[in-house]
């Protein structure tokens, strides 16, 4: 089992930054493909960012590309997401999820979820 629980949302202004933290508890963290997700109010649910087990493949949506960064550490079970250049589309809850296999970008590939934190950027 794992169980993944959120931090680092708030309020910030256009072009402000965050840097979102993913904590990990259960076995074998290192084995996971982890990812960001975000879910706007009245939207689906969409991939942001993930990178594999090993921490050397990363894939990110288009519309995230040269601001985010995904990153992980495996001796703390922790996942990392730094967001650069914020704007008010970025606002959504954002959540950290994990799966054992390759990097997809389906939420419904992915096995285990956080709660969520929100981000809200203002303009």
């Known amino acids: 089992q794992v169980q993944l629980v959120e931090s680092g949302g708030g309020l910030v202004r256009t072009g402000g930054s965050l840097r979102l933290s993913c904590a990990v508890s259960?076995?074998?963290?290192?084995?996971?493909?982890m990812a960001w997700f975000r879910q706007a109010p009245g939207k689906e649910r969409e991939f942001v960012a993930a990178?594999?087990?090993?921490?050397?493949?990363?894939s990110y949506a288009d519309f995230v590309k040269g601001r985010f960064t995904i990153a992980r550490d495996n001796a703390k079970n922790a996942l990392y997401l730094q967001m650069n250049n914020l704007n008010p589309e970025d606002t959504a809850v954002y959540y950290c999820?994990?799966?054992?296999?390759?990097?997809?970008?389906?939420?419904?590939?992915?096995?285990?979820w956080g709660q969520g934190t929100q981000v809200t950027v203002s303009s």
């Open positions: 999820a994990a799966r054992l296999g390759a990097v997809v970008t389906f939420p419904q590939d992915y096995h285990y």
């Open positions: 259960g076995r074998a963290f290192s084995s996971y493909t």
């Open positions: 990178i594999n087990f090993v921490g050397g493949g990363t």
